[in-house]
């Protein structure tokens, strides 16, 4: 007999596969292409800290300026928004549909504590941009090289 190396995980695994394979058996592959892609969506973003503020980078592409709802506090920001679906649209004649709409909300920790009543944020091109200071304790954190003799 010979000794086989103890998987932890190996069981979860093949009870996923049996599931898949279930779920395939039991429903049609043209029925699973053609159910619409889950509404909830969270946007991309990019956080950046420079040496005096905390940059934030929203992608929200088809959400009007006007359905965009930015709250900062001193450690992490909120977006909040609504894109809605094109007017006279009622899904026929569609051979395919990713597209999404509907509201989200995320709300994203910072790195450093920041002046959240300083916040300034612009929207252009569906990029949203938020600039917020960091407070004095924050920049007084930044490390500094030590010179190694």
């Known amino acids: 007999m010979a000794l086989r190396r103890w998987e932890p995980f190996g069981g979860l ?57 930015v709250e900062v506090t001193s450690d992490a920001v909120t977006l909040k928004g609504e ?21 989200f909300e995320r709300t994203i920790p910072l790195p450093v504590e920041v002046k959240a009543e300083q916040a300034k944020a612009k929207y252009a091109d569906g990029v949203l941009e938020i600039t917020v200071p960091k407070t004095e304790a924050a920049k007084a954190l930044q490390p500094h090289k030590v010179k190694i003799e």
């Open 83 to 103: 894109s809605t679906r094109e007017k006279g649209e009622k899904g026929e004649g569609y051979y395919h549909r990713e597209r999404s709409w509907g509201g």
């Open 13 to 69: 695994e093949r009870l996923r596969d049996e599931m898949d394979r279930l779920f395939e058996d039991f429903l049609p592959t043209r029925w699973l292409r053609s159910r619409p892609v889950a509404r909830l969506r969270l946007p991309a973003v990019d956080l950046k800290e420079t040496e005096t503020e905390v940059i934030l980078k929203a992608d929200l592409p088809g959400v009007r300026k006007e359905d965009l709802n």
